[in-house]
């Protein structure tokens, strides 16, 4: 196919799907709008990876005003030191004010997935993780995804990835947690790299203070999200069993009570 041809296939297919959307689904959109225009109250912020095929409005059924999105390679947050020490901003850390101080959601979850490009790159450079590159995707993954990599390289120093890994916070104790990733061994070590980084990253929402402050007054809860992109499953980080459980007919009630007691 020339690229010509590519590029009008692509942006012909988005239109397509706007058409689509407009025959179909509008007229039941357009009802859902009017019940939130005047006053959305978001329950949650999801941040999640750029991928293709990670379709997290569709795999949480999120309708309008329910789900804040944030979206970027490896679904990574920067901890707040990188914020405060360069003195900039990015838009991680905006989305995280903007839903969670301004807007007051309960939950704020991080959602990775199994054969993420970025995490495939990450597995690639990690033994290199602290020389610096000019490639973006590269210098992005090498900049905040250090911690992921230091506590990856603890579980591949252990005799079948069995180690148990410890994500403790620096300062607040209390919300440390243990983790077994990937207990029945099914899945290559870049996707364990996935689910280790997708918990490494739960614990820096905690680095940001006006997170803190909440978290401190019981109002939010932190969670992890990982979705098999091949089989359709999604899995829960279960903090009291200490590993991802797939979320099922069988598992719900188990889950949704640790949805209650606050972690
Ligand atoms: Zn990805």
């Not at 079948?160 to 916070?169: G, I, T």
Request: proline share 5%; with cysteine.
């Amino acid at each position: 196919m020339s690229t010509v041809h590519a590029v009008r296939k692509g942006m012909n297919r988005i239109l397509d799907g706007i058409m689509q959307y407009r025959q179909a689904l509008r007229p039941t959109l357009l009802e859902e709008f009017k019940k939130v225009a005047m006053g959305p109250s978001p329950e949650g912020l999801l941040l999640t990876c750029v991928d293709s095929r990670v379709v997290a409005s569709r795999l949480t059924q999120a309708v309008p005003g329910q789900l804040f999105f944030v979206r970027n390679p490896g679904n990574l947050v920067p901890p707040y030191d990188y914020f405060e020490k360069n003195n900039i901003v990015g838009g991680e850390c905006a989305a995280l004010e903007l839903a969670c101080s301004r807007n007051n959601v309960p939950v704020i979850t991080v959602f990775g997935h199994s054969d993420c490009k970025a995490m495939n790159l990450l597995y690639r450079i990690r033994n290199e993780i602290s020389i610096p590159s000019k490639n973006p995707l590269d210098q992005w993954l090498k900049v905040h995804a250090k911690g992921t990599v230091e506590q990856f390289q603890k579980l591949e120093s252990s005799s079948d990835f069995k180690r148990k890994l410890v994500f403790a916070s620096a300062q607040h104790h209390e919300d440390d947690f243990e983790a077994y990733i990937d207990p029945n061994n099914e899945y290559k070590p870049s996707d364990k790299l996935s689910q280790v980084n997708t918990l490494e990253q739960m614990r820096h929402f905690l680095s940001y203070p006006f997170l803190r402050e909440r978290l401190n007054r019981k109002e939010l809860q932190v969670h992890a999200l990982w979705t098999d992109i091949y089989k359709g499953e999604v899995y829960m980080f279960s903090f009291k069993e200490k590993t991802f459980i797939k979320i099922d007919e069988n598992t719900y009630n188990k889950l949704s009570l640790e949805c209650n007691p606050y972690k």
